[in-house]
């Protein structure tokens, strides 16, 4: 296989961005995903690559639950902001500020949109494991066109 057309073809694959976020206790962990889709309507499933050696996958083993916080159209820096380390002073998570929700979900509060899940299963295969979450419950905080990974001129994936 020709490795810089597998690349051009996968990145073709059109995706979001958002941030995921995990709780266990005081501990919260968050990065920026864009492997994210809804797999099933009844029950409502998604299904979500996390990277293996993150903190977020780390919390979400433990806990078995997860909130994707859907960012807005105009919201790359909070992306940016979640590609490295979670630092949390106070009520924010690396200079934005958060809640967290009766689930003990943690919900930024600038983004437009979010969603809580509970595991139901973990396919553990290759660097991310396929995460299948049942979402549980739900927020709109406004309603705003999403942040496309195309609009961002960043790659990943290929």
């Known amino acids: 296989m020709d490795e ?4 051009k073809v996968l990145r073709m694959i059109s995706y979001g961005l958002y941030i995921l976020t ?5 501990e919260i962990a968050a990065g920026t995903i864009n492997w994210l889709s809804q797999c099933s309507f009844k029950p409502p499933l998604v299904m979500v690559g996390v990277k293996k050696d993150s903190n977020s996958y780390r919390l979400l083993l433990e806990t078995k639950r997860f909130t994707i916080n859907i960012l807005g159209k105009d ?9 490295g380390p979670t630092k949390r002073e106070n009520q924010t998570l ?13 919900v930024l509060k600038d983004c437009p949109a979010f ?7 973990i396919y553990d295969e290759g660097d ?20 496309y990974m195309l609009t961002t001129g960043w790659f990943y994936g290929g």
């Open 75 to 83: 919201q790359k820096n909070i992306a940016q902001a979640f590609f």
């Open 128 to 147: 991310h494991a396929v995460v299948i979450g049942e979402v549980v419950d739900v927020g709109l905080h406004n309603e705003q066109e999403p942040l």
């Open 22 to 26: 995990t709780k266990k206790g005081e």
């Open 4 to 7: 810089q057309i597998k690349k």
């Open 115 to 121: 969603f809580e899940c509970t595991v139901k299963h």
């Open 94 to 106: 690396n200079q934005y500020e958060f809640y967290t929700t009766k689930n003990d979900g943690v």
